[in-house]
């Protein structure tokens, strides 16, 4: 098990860039995938990015392919998650997520510790 904190969030003009930050407590290096999800209010949470155990292979949701880029440093036990051309719709709650096991990789079941969150806001 390890514990996740987020940072990072805030209020952004759309248009505008965030970057959030996935401190572990633990090694990361052994864990399959990290990921980051969102959760807007009233909505499901749902997959936003991951990245593999290497940070070799990335993956995107189709709706920030393109605009956001998640990257791992294994020695440093973090994973970002860089936001650009933030759009209102991307306001949500972030939150940075671990996979120990196999599995869908955006199917937020298969993670096993997350973090507390992060408030991002995007204005139009």
């Known amino acids: 098990q390890v514990q996740l904190v987020e940072s990072g969030g805030g209020l952004v003009q759309a248009g505008g860039s965030l970057r959030l930050t996935c401190a572990a407590s633990?090694?990361?290096?052994?864990?399959?995938?990290m990921g980051w999800f969102r959760q807007a209010p009233g909505e499901e949470r749902e997959f936003v990015a991951a990245?593999?155990?290497?940070?070799?292979?990335?993956f995107y949701a189709d709706a920030v392919k393109a605009r956001f880029t998640i990257s791992r440093d294994n020695t440093r036990d973090t994973v970002w998650l860089q936001m650009n051309s933030l759009e209102p719709e991307d306001t949500a709650v972030y939150y940075c997520?671990?996979?120990?096991?196999?599995?869908?990789?955006?199917?937020?079941?298969?993670?096993?510790?997350w973090g507390q969150g992060t408030q991002v806001t995007v204005s139009s």
């Open positions: 633990g090694v990361i290096a052994g864990i399959y995938t």
């Open positions: 997520a671990a996979r120990w096991n196999g599995g869908s990789r955006s199917d937020s079941n298969q993670y096993s510790d």
């Open positions: 990245i593999s155990g290497s940070g070799e292979r990335t």
